[in-house]
């Protein structure tokens, strides 16, 4: 799921920044232990996400190739990057729900939750 190769450019760009420059000093282990911590639910929605983004033909009628420049594909980095970190936290906020009711110690409304 994760391919750290992506971290070894040796752009200007990307070696001023300070998150790539942290990536760059984890191990590859750790790496695809985050990667692989996301849900499959998750993975599913960012999937469908990005291929809805870049338009989806199916592969055995036609063959498909997609050219960006590097800001654009960058900015669909970010954007599923964004998708990830926000569906992960609706995640967690609906196994508290989840949680909470549960117990039925709880008499608040789900949509008056704050995190």
């Given at each position: 799921m994760f391919n750290p190769e992506f971290l070894t450019s040796d752009s200007e760009a990307i070696s001023s920044n300070?998150?790539?420059?942290?990536l760059q000093d984890?191990?590859?282990d750790v790496l695809q232990r985050v990667a692989r911590s996301a849900s499959g639910d998750i993975q599913d929605?960012?999937?469908h996400n990005v291929q809805g983004l870049l338009g989806m033909?199916?592969?055995e009628h036609f063959d498909v190739k997609i050219t960006a420049s590097r800001d654009h594909?960058?900015?669909l980095l970010?954007?599923?990057?964004?998708?990830?970190?926000f569906l992960r936290q609706m995640e967690q906020r609906m196994e508290l729900e989840a949680n909470l009711?549960?117990?039925g110690d709880a008499e608040v409304d789900p949509g008056e939750l704050k995190l």
């Open positions: 300070s998150l790539i420059q942290y984890q191990s590859p929605i960012i999937r033909l199916p592969g594909l960058a900015g970010a954007s599923a990057m964004m998708t990830g970190y009711f549960a117990s």
